[in-house]
């Protein structure tokens, strides 16, 4: 059973995250913000949701501390490079946000779901747990064969 869970809930802990260019490509991508930290680490699978849609990321992690080059449509896009639409980059350029501004970074789901929207934006999350580790770890081994 899912509930839905506001931005401005005291549940929620919001922090503000730093829009980077990655690479020579000039993307960009999300600094996470520090506390995420004990949170999460580099290879973690996490659910974004922004603009009301729940994507999949990976966190990776350079000399400056973690951050989401991409959002995409199910976990294994989010997994394999160049493949499938990368939703984070299209939400960051219909924001017309440049890098070194920052968006809302919202904890709905320690370690599982977070959530982005602009500053001063409000959001209605719907919050799914996820599986127990057990049957997550399973269900990554099946999608790896």
């Known amino acids: 059973m899912s509930n839905r869970l506001p931005s401005d809930s005291d549940t929620v802990d919001t922090d503000r995250a730093e829009l980077v260019r990655l690479g020579s490509a000039r993307r960009q991508g999300i600094r ?3 506390s995420v930290s004990e949170q999460l680490s580099a290879g973690d ?3 974004l949701v922004f603009d009301g849609t729940e994507n999949h990321a990976e966190v990776a992690a350079d000399t400056r501390g973690l951050l ?3 959002a995409y449509d199910n976990k ?3 997994r394999s490079t160049g ?6 980059a299209e939400w960051l350029r219909e924001l017309g946000r440049e890098s070194g501004n920052s968006v809302e970074f919202d904890t709905v789901v320690e370690g599982e779901q977070y959530g982005l929207r602009a500053p001063g934006d409000r959001e ?3 919050v ?7 049957l997550s ?3 990554d081994q099946l999608d790896d064969e």
């Open 124 to 126: 209605v999350y719907t």
């Open 128 to 134: 799914k747990q996820g599986p127990r580790s057990s």
């Open 137 to 139: 770890s399973i269900a």
């Open 76 to 78: 294994r896009l989010a």
């Open 68 to 70: 989401v080059r991409g």
């Open 32 to 34: 996470l913000p520090d």
């Open 45 to 47: 699978s996490i659910r």
């Open 83 to 88: 493949e499938g639409d990368n939703r984070l």
